[in-house]
């Protein structure tokens, strides 16, 4: 039968797919509008099979704080370029995925991903972009007795997520505060909040590279350990978040604008956690 160019546009506005993918779809489905769609759909489950093992690199990384700055969630979706990344449909799909990571606490990428809704919405947006997408991962954050703040970075390739507990009074200082220091992990990437988070294993590697390359500049044997132990500290200054110089003020560190706020407050906020997502993860 006869496709008119009516019935092509308006599949391809209810899928996306392209002009000619829509035609021949319409043509197989000898008119029937529902089965072609469901053809599109089948095609675009054939093509994700055939891209599993394609790299998305690109993508979108969002965040949304919600009940009152008591929750939050943090969410990574990928593409194969970054002209996709940028296109609109690309950017519905992000925002379709943290819309429904806040109607339910998923556990895993795979219980999200095996719902049959976002299978289909997983299909069809790859069906209209043509690479490979995915949902990365995602983090859930709950502070019933404290206060959190997200940052995006200029372009949605880096977020970061910072969570204060021991906080009785939601001041408009701690919300300027929080969102410093939520840049601050965004623009230094510490590993941890604390050297008391630091892994076990990174210290004695971090000690042991230190010790070597001592060795190799002849320093003796029995002076190893206490200038390793130096070096270590000035690794914690760097990469400890509480311990890194404050970057709008290098005469303090993030621990010590956190105690001015407490001190003028009269408050215990404490900072216990944050978790920064960069899409320069994925490029490794």
């Not at 990437?189 to 230190?210: A, F, G, H, L, M």
């Amino acid at each position: 039968m006869a496709i008119s160019a009516s019935d092509v546009k308006a599949l391809r506005d209810q899928t996306g797919a392209g002009m000619i993918d829509c035609k021949k779809a319409l043509e197989e489905a000898n008119g029937d509008f529902e089965k072609a769609v469901e053809i599109l759909r089948k095609k675009g489950a054939a093509v994700a099979a055939k891209r599993a093992d394609r790299e998305a690199k690109e993508g979108i990384v969002a965040t949304k704080v919600f009940d009152n700055n008591k929750k939050a969630v943090i969410v990574e979706t990928n593409c194969e370029t970054d002209f996709v990344s940028r296109s609109d449909d690309f950017k519905a799909f992000s925002e379709f995925v943290l819309n429904e990571l806040l109607k339910k606490e998923y556990s895993s990428v795979d219980e999200f991903v095996n719902v049959t809704e976002n299978a289909q919405k997983l299909n069809d947006i790859l069906a209209k972009v043509g690479e490979k997408v995915s949902v990365t991962r995602f983090t859930y954050f709950s502070a019933p007795n404290g206060y959190i703040t997200s940052y995006i970075h200029t372009g949605s390739r880096l977020g970061v997520v910072v969570v204060f507990d021991n906080v009785a009074n939601v001041t408009p200082e701690l919300e300027v505060m929080a969102k410093d220091i939520a840049m601050q992990a965004a623009a230094m990437n510490p590993i941890s909040v604390s050297r008391e988070d630091v892994p076990q294993e990174t210290i004695e590697k971090e000690i042991e590279i230190y010790k070597e390359l001592l060795r190799k500049e002849g320093k003796p044997e029995n002076m190893l350990d206490k200038i390793a132990q130096g070096k270590l500290n000035k690794f914690f200054q760097e990469n400890c978040l509480l311990e890194q110089t404050f970057v709008k003020d290098n005469t303090k560190t993030v621990k010590q604008l956190i105690d001015e706020y407490n001190k003028a407050h009269n408050s215990n906020v404490k900072l216990v956690k944050f978790v920064r997502y960069d899409l320069k993860d994925a490029k490794k």
